[in-house]
């Protein structure tokens, strides 16, 4: 008996995802639990796991095809062969009900016209629900697309394709607003074309590049800039880096400060935690310090929740497991959402100075970077410290420019003296 392979449930309102990778092919022998296929998601990486021991039996969503969740991916067969697929019966976007609807309507007619005579070449299946919202939303004639998917199913991607190379819309039955313009570039000259290569952007990298572009048309970003003398820390770090690691079990590193000094500096500072909502501001009294990683695939940003209710060392705990899994591909969709503020260290690249952009709907972004020797002038004398700019991003319209700068202020208060963050104050 076959056991079906579905796409889990992704997460609040995650409804589709992206074939990644098949690890397995047709006929491998599976084991229980065993990883058998990568998901891209709009937030994380899922690998679907084996939910019974055989070989896999059919391959029904390709790599690359958009599903939605429940949607059919394949099915492992009991037993040492595998099943041969004699029917192309499952829907990669199962979990829409008017395409699962209409490809059991094609079916049957497909069906049907057999059964009156001769053999009949299957019709090709419905748009994905992705592909025929591209299609409605740029007003397309699915007769002007050819499919990539299964049994000619047209996908997402290949309408973008089509777009790309300037298909012509169809009149419109009726007015309605112009959808926003997709970017098309220029040709390129034949020698250069030649030696480009073309890859498509991965859900996330989409997702990313969507949210920074939204960040910017919405929000009324400021950066605001100031240095930190890193020479209390470094020194405090360097006494206790053996004990705390022997205690706690994780290295003593810089993160644990900063995020403990930000979350003393979002008590003083509401607005930089709140966020816009409509004509009414919501303020946190919690913080969940979301802390970028960056990865392979991407930039994601995993939560430290209520980080002012923690340690140091549990911050740098939690801190350690969160980069651990997104290293990994492991970060659930739990471990990204619910962000109140955010922390971007550009220093572990080399970067000298920048300016982050927000995390909407986050009313500020603390931006790390590189800690330099530079001569500062202290007690009238010119001495050698380890310094290390800061950059607060900030939306202007909910936080004033008094309230940005005395809130990085208190960061580097806190940070030049150590001890207030022990004593909370």
Known sequence: MATEIRVPTLGESVTEATIGKWFKKVGDAIAVDEPLVELETDKVTVEVPAAAAGTLGEIVAK?????????????????????????????????????ASTSKQAAA????????GGAVEPRSMPPAPAAAKLIAENNLSVDQLSGSGKRGQVLKGDVLDAIAKGAP???????????????????????????????????LRQTIARRLKEAQSTAAMLTTFNEVDMSAVMALRTKYKDVFEKKHGVKLGFM???????????????????????TDIIYKNFAHVGVAVGTEK??????????????????EKEIGRLGIAARDGKLSVAD??????????????????????LNAPQSGILGMHKIQDRPVVVGGQIVIRPMMYLALSYDHRIVDGKEAVTFLVRVKESLEDPERLVLDL
Request: no cysteine.
């Open 336 to 357: 990204m959402q619910g962000g109140t503020f955010t922390i971007s260290n550009g220093g572990v690249y080399g970067s000298l100075m920048s300016t982050p952009i």
């Open 256 to 278: 644990g400060f900063f995020t403990k000094a930000v979350t003393h500096a979002l008590k003083e500072i509401p607005a930089v935690n709140a966020e816009i909502d409509g």
């Open 109 to 116: 007619e497909t069906a049907k016209i057999a059964g009156d």
């Open 169 to 203: 819309s169809q009149p419109a039955e009726t007015p309605r607003a112009a959808p926003a313009p997709i970017a098309v570039r220029a040709p390129s000259s034949g020698d250069d074309a030649s030696r480009e290569e073309r890859v498509r952007m991965t859900k």
């Open 63 to 99: 790599e690359g095809e958009t599903v939605g969740v429940g949607a059919l991916l394949g099915s492992i067969s009991a037993g040492g062969a595998a099943a041969p697929a004699t029917k192309p019966q499952a829907v990669s976007q199962a979990s829409s009900p008017d395409a």
């Open 298 to 315: 991407g930039l994601v940003v995993p939560v430290v929740r209520d980080a002012d209710q923690m340690s140091i060392a549990e911050i």
